[in-house]
């Protein structure tokens, strides 16, 4: 039985109205209803400039849900690459490459963030690498591990024996099973993307300036926080039910089998 119930009909639900509210939307100011509390017409009232906050929301989330993506695909891709790189590499140099790993995953992702911001300045270029530099060197080493299982399988004793160098047992007998892989921590890694998004943008240290997204909808809440609650309340709501059904999900799909590599015809 699943603690979440449908984890994804809420993720659907969610994310379809946000796009069909990025799309029908024009994000009116209306500076008289500033601040003013749920109504039946708004059931999350307005925010401090005036604006639905339902409407802006869903189009907040739509933007840290395309950056979340688009840290995780760069995630799965580097790495798959990097991963197995390591694992195919001779043992001096996955030894220099693991201590490097382990070196990052020593330091918090969040001081890294806050360094680079302050050299670079708030930014989707800052916010994507902070994103990148919190997911990639854990999943980078799990990745390795599952390489490293793989290469002592027969199969791939086999390919080797017959003169398969390490792009061809990468290509035909690594790359399935790693892709399974990334498929089954996908909606683990979007969660992860997407608290990591909320903190730092709820910092000042992630999105641009006058660009909503979950976490400056938090920050513009935390300013409100006693004479307007709804605000904190009606951005924080949806994030948290999301980040659920993506770890009720991350759960499921994580008692699926992996998919098995190729083996050697």
């Given at each position: ?117 302050a050299i670079r300045g708030p930014g989707w270029g800052t916010l994507l690498f902070s994103l990148l530099i919190g997911t990639l060197p854990g999943f980078t080493r799990l990745v390795h591990v599952r390489a490293r299982e793989l290469l002592a399988e ?112």
């Amino acid at each position: 039985m699943r603690r979440f119930p449908d984890p994804s009909l809420w993720l659907l639900a969610w994310f379809t109205a946000a796009l069909l509210a990025s799309l029908a939307s024009d994000g009116a100011h209306l500076l008289d209803a500033s601040l003013r509390p749920p109504e039946w017409s708004h059931p999350l009232g307005f925010d401090a400039f005036g604006r639905d906050l339902l409407l802006t929301v869903l189009r907040a989330s739509l933007t840290s849900a395309a950056l979340a993506l688009a840290t995780v695909l760069l995630s799965c891709v580097a790495a798959i690459l990097l991963g197995a790189g390591i694992a195919l590499a001779p043992r001096a140099a996955r030894f220099a490459s693991l201590r490097t790993l382990e070196t990052l995953l020593a330091f918090p992702s969040l001081l890294f963030a806050l360094a680079w911001a302050a050299i670079r300045g708030p930014g989707w270029g800052t916010l994507l690498f902070s994103l990148l530099i919190g997911t990639l060197p854990g999943f980078t080493r799990l990745v390795h591990v599952r390489a490293r299982e793989l290469l002592a399988e027969d199969f791939v004793l086999a390919a080797r024996s017959y003169g398969a160098d390490g792009f061809r047992i990468l290509r035909k007998h690594l790359s399935p099973a790693l892709l399974s892989l990334c498929l089954v921590k996908v909606p683990n890694l979007f969660a992860y993307a997407l608290v990591a998004e909320a903190t730092l943008s709820f910092l000042g240290i992630g999105a641009p300036i006058g660009r909503d997204t979950w976490g400056s909808l938090l920050a513009q809440g935390k300013d409100y926080l006693f004479e307007s609650p709804h605000i904190a309340l009606g951005s924080g709501i949806p994030l948290v039910l999301t980040v659920l059904a993506l770890q009720s999900l991350a759960e499921s799909e994580a008692t699926m089998p992996l998919g098995k590599p190729r083996r050697l015809s």
